[in-house]
Nanobody
Framework: QVQLVESGGGFVQPGGSLRLSCTASGFSLRDSIMGWARQAPGKERELVARIGEFGVATKHADSVKGRFTISRRNAKNEVYLQMDSLKPEDTAVYYC?????????????WGQGTQVTVSS
């Protein structure tokens, strides 16, 4: 079965860190541009980070630049999102996504999501 499964979400205080993981099954990640998207209640979905097939090219949204880092390990079929200096406005459901192309405007696959809550 082709799927993406996220893990690592949770509750953290402002200024804290979390590391999200995404494991792909049913296909190889090595040929895919991958990303992390988030959606908070009442807000539009936001693509916060994307990474090229070889892990060299990355792009982070302005809202998370300098605080979040996307990475991948193709040998393990996994993608990660290291989130530091978390803010309450980072609270959202985070989804691992496979992108159709580098523009990031279309997803071909997404996981079930993992909740991240930042609060004191």
């Amino acid at each position: 079965q082709v799927q993406l499964v996220e893990s690592g979400g949770g509750f953290v205080q402002p200024g804290g860190s979390l590391r999200l993981s995404c494991t792909a099954s049913g296909f190889s990640l090595r040929d895919s541009i991958m990303g992390w998207a988030r959606q908070a209640p009442g807000k539009e979905r936001e693509l916060v980070a994307r990474i090229g097939e070889f892990g060299v090219a990355t792009k982070h949204a302005d809202s998370v630049k300098g605080r979040f880092t996307i990475s991948r390990r193709n040998a393990k079929n996994e993608v990660y999102l290291q989130m530091d200096s978390l803010k309450p406005e980072d609270t959202a459901v985070y989804y691992c996504v496979r992108l159709r192309d580098w523009s990031g405007t279309s997803f071909t696959l997404w996981g079930q999501g993992t909740q991240v809550t930042v609060s004191s």
